[in-house]
């Protein structure tokens, strides 16, 4: 059986930087994971030589979709945590500023609070099911790999 750790969470909270460090630390990682392989990627994982999986779920719905999954996945004999990584709204609207980037949800809203807002709700059951909720508003990447 494997070590599962899913990794969801709002957008530029830093899912992907704990994908690198795990990654570092030498999970087998999949970023931006398609929910629709997760049972396929895990079966994969258990049958061979990789016993620490870490899986990152990117937009909102396919999260509250992955989470869905985790249930199964225990009852099969896997070791599964949900780790949620979180920011403040301030803190997640400046880091958009300094990447350019927009946010996934930018297109629907006027704003990237708004967008954010949003992203919010539609990931407070994820939120709520998860083993680990982590504020990252404050860590530095090193200390967020720590």
């Given amino acids: ?3 599962i750790l899913l990794i969801v969470g709002l957008s ?3 899912r992907s930087q704990a994908a690198d460090d795990l990654e570092d630390l030498g999970w ?9 392989l ?15 999986l870490a899986l990152v779920v990117g937009a909102a719905t396919h999260q509250t979709d992955a989470v869905a999954i985790v249930h199964r996945l225990r009852e099969a004999g896997h070791r599964v945590r949900v780790l949620f990584l979180d920011a403040s709204t301030p803190e997640l609207v400046r880091r958009y500023g300094a990447t350019k980037r927009k946010h ?3 297109s629907r809203f006027s704003s990237v609070e708004e ?3 949003e ?5 407070e059951s994820v939120k709520g099911a998860s083993d ?9 990447i090193h200390q967020l790999k720590s």
């Fill in 1 to 3: 059986m494997a070590d």
């Fill in 12 to 14: 530029g909270a830093g």
């Fill in 28 to 36: 087998f990682v999949v970023d931006n994971m398609p929910v629709a």
């Fill in 38 to 52: 997760i049972d396929k990627v895990v079966e994969l994982a258990a049958t061979g030589e990789q016993s620490q």
């Fill in 104 to 106: 996934p949800l930018a």
């Fill in 115 to 117: 967008a954010i807002h």
């Fill in 119 to 123: 992203e919010r709700s539609m990931l």
């Fill in 132 to 140: 680990l909720v982590i504020d990252t508003s404050s860590l530095n």
